[in-house]
């Protein structure tokens, strides 16, 4: 029995369509059903959530693999961004341990570390650090930017492609190896299924091209047909802006500055692409994926 968390996220939709097709026995750990649309057929499900502990129990229960998805990028009604990815991996690995499972797979992030100024890579390093210390066989991907058609990220960029100008933060000079959900699900399955050396393993999921946040609104507004000027606004402003909006609107807010100064971090990785394709996947290009030139 496979445990999945974040089984409605990017990457967790596509590995799920992978791990049902396969017909492997998966569980999710879900807040609401109705997010996994078909698939909530094929899956057993528990309610519950990373902020809540008790519901581990009944999800862990005959579990021999644990999947683990579920991030925040930003804060909710329900827990802190750190309380919702270091603290709750802790909780989660120490059960996982309890009651019997043998492998827990984690997401990470390229470049998240203990000196990271962004607040999203400090709770991830410290999420793996809970992981790799576990007395479990553990495997940890560290992706780069992850992005799907349809994702929240690309319906934002698209959402504000319809103003006369995209507006940026910062500079939009930092640099990302961006990794399609499809290929980074597909990279899973095959670590899944290669059970030699399994007892710990790490892997940097990048896709074959290293752009700058600017190339990839560019790229993300070419299937729009919409060409928009970039405009880069000052750090401070949309920090000040943003620490508003969220005020005023709660976890309503289209953006937070957290979620804004993400896209300040670079995340590549000297090996570019050569741990998926290690894995046997060849990442596709962004343009290819988005219809763009590319």
Same mark, same amino acid.
């Given at each position: ?10 990457? =967790? ?8 097709? $396969? ?5 999710? @750990? ?10 909530r057929v094929r899956v057993q499900i528990v309610l519950g959530d990373l902020a809540d ?12 693999? *644990? ?18 990815? %270091? ?17 827990? *797979? ?6 998240? $570390? ?11 390093? @410290? ?5 790799? /210390? ?26 504000? $492609? ?6 940026? %933060?910062?500079?939009g000079k930092a640099l990302f190896q961006p990794i399609w959900a499809e290929d980074a699900?597909?990279?899973?399955? $095959? ?6 050396? %399994? ?7 990048? =896709?074959?091209? /290293?752009? /700058?946040?600017d190339d990839m609104v560019r790229l993300a507004l070419v299937p729009l047909a919409r ?21 005023? #609107? ?11 100064? @993400? ?5 590549? #990785? ?7 394709? /290690?894995?046997? *996947?060849?990442?596709?290009?962004? =343009?290819?994926?988005? =219809?763009?030139?590319?």
């Amino acid at each position: 029995m496979i445990l999945l968390t974040g089984a409605t996220g990017t990457v =967790g939709r596509a590995l799920l369509r992978r791990l049902t097709a $396969s017909g492997a026995s998966v569980r999710c @750990l879900v807040r609401d059903p109705r997010r996994l649309g078909a698939d909530r057929v094929r899956v057993q499900i528990v309610l519950g959530d990373l902020a809540d502990p008790a519901s581990f129990r009944n999800a862990l229960r005959g579990v021999d693999t *644990v999947i683990h998805l579920a991030a925040s990028i930003r804060d909710q009604p329900r827990g802190s961004l750190e309380e919702l990815n %270091a603290v709750a991996t802790l909780r989660l690995t120490r059960a996982a341990e309890r009651l019997g499972a043998r492998r827990f *797979v984690f997401f990470s992030a390229i470049g998240a $570390s203990f000196q990271s100024p962004t607040r999203f890579f400090r709770a991830k390093a @410290l999420a793996r650090q809970a992981v790799e /210390s576990a007395k479990l066989e553990t495997t940890v991907f560290s992706p780069s930017i992850v992005y799907t058609p349809g994702d929240p990220w690309l319906t934002l960029l698209a959402r504000l $492609s319809y103003l006369p100008a995209m507006p940026m %933060a910062g500079s939009g000079k930092a640099l990302f190896q961006p990794i399609w959900a499809e290929d980074a699900a597909d990279c899973v399955v $095959s670590a899944l299924e290669r059970e030699e050396n %399994a007892a710990r393993r790490a892997f940097d999921l990048a =896709g074959p091209e /290293s752009l /700058s946040y600017d190339d990839m609104v560019r790229l993300a507004l070419v299937p729009l047909a919409r060409d928009r000027p970039l405009l880069h606004l000052p750090r401070p402003l949309v920090r000040r802006s943003l620490r508003v909006l969220e005020r005023l #609107t709660g976890p309503a807010a289209f953006a937070t500055w957290e979620e804004a100064e @993400l896209m300040e971090e670079p995340m590549v #990785t000297p090996r570019g692409s050569a741990d998926a394709e /290690s894995l046997g *996947v060849t990442p596709k290009r962004m =343009g290819a994926v988005l =219809g763009a030139a590319g």
